[in-house]
């Protein structure tokens, strides 16, 4: 008699872990931006941000900001809402900056983590 409701017991934990498992699903493969690299471009005074960050819901689990320092100084703080569908996607920004100057940039997941990359700006001459 004990044996069954021992049994019993462990059913009802079972369809509840996979209750929360199945209303969760997002929560539950939260993870952050799996690769982030960023270019400047010194002609145009644009910095491309590229991040790879691949979701099942792209409106639930997204990169929900980016910032962006130059020099250690915070130059752009922009959230989002939501991330494209394609993936990986890129945002840009306009951003004065000179060769040997630091730009730091940071994406972060609204559920889960962030990655950071740091990039010279470089003298391009062509």
Do not use: W
């Not at 017991?9 to 931006?33: C, D, E, K």
């Not at 010194?42 to 020099?71: A, C, W």
């Not at 900056?97 to 730091?104: F, N, R, T």
């Amino acid at each position: 008699m004990r044996s069954e409701k021992n049994k019993e017991m462990i059913f009802i934990y079972i369809l509840l872990g996979l209750a929360f498992f199945f209303s969760y699903p997002t929560a539950i493969m939260a993870h952050p931006p799996k690769n982030l690299t960023a270019e400047y471009d010194i002609q145009s005074q644009k910095l491309t941000v590229r991040i790879d960050h691949g979701s099942f819901s792209p409106k639930m689990h997204y990169i929900n900001i980016v910032e962006v320092k130059k020099n250690s100084q915070v130059v752009i703080n922009q959230t989002y809402k939501s991330q494209p569908d394609k993936n990986p996607f890129e945002y840009t920004y306009e951003i004065p900056a000179q060769p040997g100057d630091i730009l730091e940039i940071k994406a972060g997941c609204n559920m889960y983590g962030s990655k950071t990359v740091s990039i010279t700006v470089a003298n391009q001459n062509k």
